[in-house]
């Protein structure tokens, strides 16, 4: 029989704020245990919360950017349950007037290559609600200690739809959120950092039934590969207990990178009775229209219509946008640069081809690089314009550019590596390389034309690269032709 | 579910995690549906179109601005710590779950 | 400065600092000399720490000979219901589980009283967390009565009413979540005032029921009270509930106020169950303001009678949630008994909690649980909502409500323990003032053939304390109650 999988995605990200989301002590990772704390934090006796603007606002920017709807009010909600990293034994949440509802997301599917764009889908989504983090606990042989440095951390709670089928599809869909979120400067989306964190649902179905199977619950997917192998390796364990003519029960399961599976943590009957209700000591948030109008216009085009866009402004290949897109960084360099360039397509060449390379080999980041917009289109320029040739650009231009940051106007001119200006000159050295070579020029006679390409290496190598290429080829044909 | 006016005491000491001892337990069963049954009288009103009530007072939009200042030191925040190790607090071991 | 100083008003002791005929060092030792005195019989106090009030006079008197008080409380002792935070003070809530609790941070009325200079004198008993009529729900030690020290001082506030009544302490702070500062207030014969919901922040004020509790002041004057109010009363941005408006200067609403108000007098609060001497002194504080020219009006808030079920389950379960922290993790008691962490909560809750605690954590999560919210915790809401607009109701057309603070006078200790619902049903004249967010008074309006004090409670539209307190001040003084003083009787 064939089986179907169907997957929902719960993904806490961390919004980016300076402070947390119910007091002003700072937000920060890797500090020493228990630095970042104050009474509010530790749920000392007698403390109040009151709310981070920001970690609001850039969760209503977050349900913008998720085509979601952001309701006219919103609370916040106490759902209450004991673990030791909880300091209150409640977590303030939102349950039944979450700040975004529905919603989707547009996701890329990997293509047949990397050169060819895969399939888009767009996934369904339930809601995304704001809450606090807790603190960590460090398990011991006997016991365990807790840090509540992370206690307070504002979290955006983002749940799909059981939406998705493969974990093909749920790794572009993690991909894609933290793509978007990235873009809106909403989130870091580091995972190793814990401010993306995944949680999994996933059941399987007989090909073509219509009601879900048994819910499994999976935790700890810690990377966005680690949602793709531990849904996978749970797809195949659910399938062949089935096949295997079992049955499955509703649990939650830890998935286990090192070992390469999921086990058991919990099941259905010892789940949580929240007791959810609103929180008494924090006000509902009202989003009026200016509100909403102000948060709207500060939204970024979103990832996938840039891509769309630099299709047809530039005419970009698919090659190129797949670098360029997942970094909006790199996006706004391009964009300055093909604002200046003749050739925006050529521009995307460089930084990508070249510029990215050089950086990587040096160790340097985008903001760190000597080459600015301004020179890369000067270079595509220089070239378009005849002004030098593609290789001598490659070769002699660009490293010096990279290196100090000099104009490339400049180092041509410095450097000398501009074009023969003169068609005489030319014309001159074209034809001793013709007559000197009456063995290629035969052969290309005789129909082997890349045969030129010799002719058209012995050129450049004569005028030391500065022949123009395009003039070359035309001039030696023309020449040959003559002999024939 | 039992009767309208009891209360399944184990399963919410369990919710409260409170340890109840027998004489507690039947204590509280007696007298909590004695008040059970008082508030039985709530469903006398006819709440229909009512808005609930959450706070006393409504305000809206009471934010902080995100600006962050220095917490409490770590020795400050786990002074009245019963048990801690390396600036954290010490718990006998839970159990993952 | 003559002799019964811990009988004198703040408003009198304001003006002996000021002319230097005391001093605060001098005001602060006779108070303490008086818990010395008394405290045995009464058992206000759970804790002072007479150097570090001795530090803190000191420190006021020089501020003063350099001509530099800080504000109005300037040398002035007060005394903290032991549910308000103080850095680097016990904070127990009377409670095991907090026991050993030192608090790393100041409530924000602690700032404000720090701020105007304040001596602040010790912790006050009440009943754990809040949690109770009659301070008999302390872990540590019940409050007794000043008048009649078989009897018990009222609750949760016990301490922070019979000290002031007692002369320990000229003025305290308590809370009032269900009654708490108006009920003892009445048992003690002095003042309480619970303010505005969101009038006074409630940083720093252990929670036991959120959308309820607040802090108010307790007096042996009506203007002692305005004077404290004036002193904690205002928006804090630490509190998301506090209501951003200007404070009013009560004492001078207080001069220029002199009524006639137009008054009403709530039907419902005159029923069965209302101790017959009682009901006789609260008409005549009633015939009194007739007398004077003010219109009284009957007025009726018909869900009266739903109010404690509404409140039960409202404070019930927000406790149930405000009071999960104490677990035995972080701060506060801890079992030794437990074999994993799991276990330490079960055991260091039902070790740290006493009777009543355990009792309303257990309603509360009841009816808060899967099945029953909407039956019980969403319709209390509701008819909480229906409660709030009787009263707005009211107001429309009366400047304040006249009615009395509890249905009996102080009871004799252990009389009530053992039937929870006749406790709960007790607060019947208080608790609705919490429902409303609305402000109420009590103040003492005679005494019984025992010679026990009587409250008459007046409560006012929401931020109508200034007219509130004008029209307590004007019976008061017109009659000489705040003139009695108890003289506790030295145990057999
Ligand atoms: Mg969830
Ligand atoms: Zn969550």
Known sequence: MEYEAVIGLEVHVQVKTESKIFSSVGVGFGAQPNSLTDPVVLGLPGVLPVINREAVEKSIKVGMLLNGSIPRVTKWDRKNYFYPDSPKNYQISQFDRPICSGGELEIELKGPSRNVMGEHKTIALTRAHLEEDVGKLIHLEQESLVDFNRAGTPLLEIVSEPDMHTPEEAYAYLTALKMLLIYGEVSHCDMEKGQMRCDANVSVRPAGQKKLGVKVEIKNLNSISGVRNGLAYEIERQIQVLLGGGTLVQETRGWDAAKGMTYHLRSKEESHDYRYFPDPDLMPVRIDRRWRERLRASLPEKPF?????????????????????????????????????????????????????ELGKAGLTLSESKVNPAKIAQLVNLIEEGVISKNLAKERVFPEMFKTGENPAAIVQAKDLGLSESAEELEKICSEIVQANPDTVAEVLSGNKKAINFLKGRVMRATRGKANPALVGPLLEKLIAEKG | MSGPHSIDIDYVAQLARLELTAKERERFSGQLGDILQHFAQLNEVDVSGVEPMAHAFPVENVFREDKSEPGLPPEKALENAPRKRNNMVLVPKVVEG | MPGEIHFQTLAQLQEALASKSVSSVELTRRHLDRIEAVDGRVQAFNSWDEEDCLRQAEASDERRAAGKIKGPLDGIPVGLKDVIAVKDQ?????????????????????????NAGAVLLGRLNMDEFAMGSSTENSAFKTTFNPWDTSRVAGGSSGGSAAAVAVGELPVSLGSDTGGSIRQPASFCGVVGLKPTYGLVSRFGLVAFASSLDQIGPFARTVGDAGRLLQVIA?????????????????????????????????????????????????????????????????????????????????????????????????YTHRSDRAEDVVDLYFKSRAEGFGEEVKRRIILGSYVLSSGYYDAYYLRAQKIRALIRQDFSKAFAEVDGLLTPTSPFVSFKAGEKTRDPLAMYLSDIYTISANLAGIPGISLPCGFNSQGLPIGLQILGEPLGEANLLAIAQSFERAHDFIDRHPNPSPPD
């Not at chain 1, 790199?330 to 050739?343: D, G, V, Y």
């Not at chain 3, 016990?90 to 720090?114: G, H, N, Q, W």
């Not at chain 3, 004492?251 to 108000?261: H, I, Y």
Request: hydrophobic share 35%; net charge negative.
């Open chain 3, 90 to 114: 016990p904070l127990t809530c009377s409670s095991r589980m907090l026991e050993r609790f030192v608090s790393p941070y100041d409530a924000t009325v602690t700032s404000r009283l720090k």
């Open chain 1, 305 to 357: 219509d840039r891509q769309r866009r630099y299709f047809d402004q530039y005419s970009l290949p698919y090659t190129l946008t797949s670098v360029l897109i997942p970094d909006p960084e790199l996006c706004h360099f391009f964009e300055e640069a093909a604002k200046r360039a003749k050739l925006p397509r050529q521009a995307a060449n460089w930084i990508v081809n070249n510029l990215l390379g």
């Open chain 3, 234 to 330: 205002g928006h804090d941005p630490r509190d998301s509930t506090s209501i951003d408006t200007a404070t009013p200067d009560y004492s001078k609403a207080l001069a220029e106020k002199k009524g006639p108000w137009k008054l009403g007098i709530p039907r419902e609060y005159f029923a069965e169950g209302l101790d017959p001497e009682v009901k006789e002194a609260i008409q005549a504080a009633i015939d009194w303001y007739a007398d004077r020219g003010c219109e009284m009006v009957e007025v009726s808030l018909p869900h009266m009678h739903l109010a404690i079920s509404v409140y039960y389950i409202v404070a019930t379960a927000e406790a149930s949630s405000n009071l999960a922290r104490y677990d035995g993790v972080r």
